[in-house]
């Protein structure tokens, strides 16, 4: 992992992407708590970025930490950069550090494939069968569920099943039940706002391919 402390071209593009007004604590829920003119320029002002960055800056910033890598996550999934899928998915896996699997699920939510519910389907394997190890289960069950839906599949079905993983992770962890769809649907706002600020990344793009 890249420290920003101590490493100059990660520090360029933080400055450039990642806190020009504290974006990286924005993405997520926050983003509904923005009022109409806020959030216009919120989105303009993500679209731009996710139009700037290169892959190479954005594999830099999946090597920084959390505020970086969620950033990224976002980044990616405005631009709909579907290579970075592995990584993603690798990342997700690991789970090497708080905050930034949301974003990691947002990016794999708007991709929107079977490989994409392939990797979030191999994050639940492992941990729902580790109730010792709480990080981002509900959100990924929540945004495969949202993936179900979109595809018209069933992958999720198997973790919520009476008595299966999902029931037994929470009897594990000794807490109240979660109910799976209000994270799809938390899933679901989140991916309309991609949306939102892909249609302001759109005109960006277009003018690259046509130049």
């Not at 190479?56 to 631009?79: P, Q, S, Y």
């Not at 993936?147 to 929470?170: H, Q």
């Not at 991916?191 to 600020?197: K, L, Q």
Request: proline letters at 5%.
């Amino acid at each position: 992992m890249r420290d920003v402390r101590s490493d100059p071209e990660l520090q360029v593009l933080v400055r450039r992407f990642v806190t020009p007004d504290r974006r990286y604590s924005r993405l997520g829920g926050s983003v509904h708590r923005l009022g109409p003119v806020e959030r216009s320029a919120f989105v303009r002002d993500l679209a731009q970025a996710a139009y700037e960055i290169t892959p190479a800056e954005l594999g830099i910033l999946f090597e920084g930490g959390w505020r970086e890598r969620k950033t990224a996550a976002w980044l990616v999934a405005v631009a709909h950069r579907t290579e970075f899928r592995d990584l993603i998915g690798r990342l997700l896996l690991a789970s090497g550090g708080p905050y930034a699997g949301a974003a990691y699920c947002v990016a794999l939510a708007k991709f929107g494939t079977a490989a994409d519910a392939e990797l979030l389907s191999a994050y639940l394997d492992h941990y729902l069968s580790r109730p010792d190890l709480a990080y981002d289960q509900p959100i990924v069950l929540g945004t495969l569920l949202y993936l179900d839906g979109v595809l018209g599949s069933e992958s999720a079905s198997r973790f919520i099943a009476p008595g299966g993983p999902w029931d037994r992770w929470l009897e594990a962890r000794v807490v109240a039940a979660l109910d799976p769809q209000n994270y799809q649907q938390a899933m679901q706002q989140l991916c309309a706002f991609v949306d939102e600020t892909a249609e302001a990344f759109a005109p960006l793009n277009h003018g690259r391919q046509q130049s």
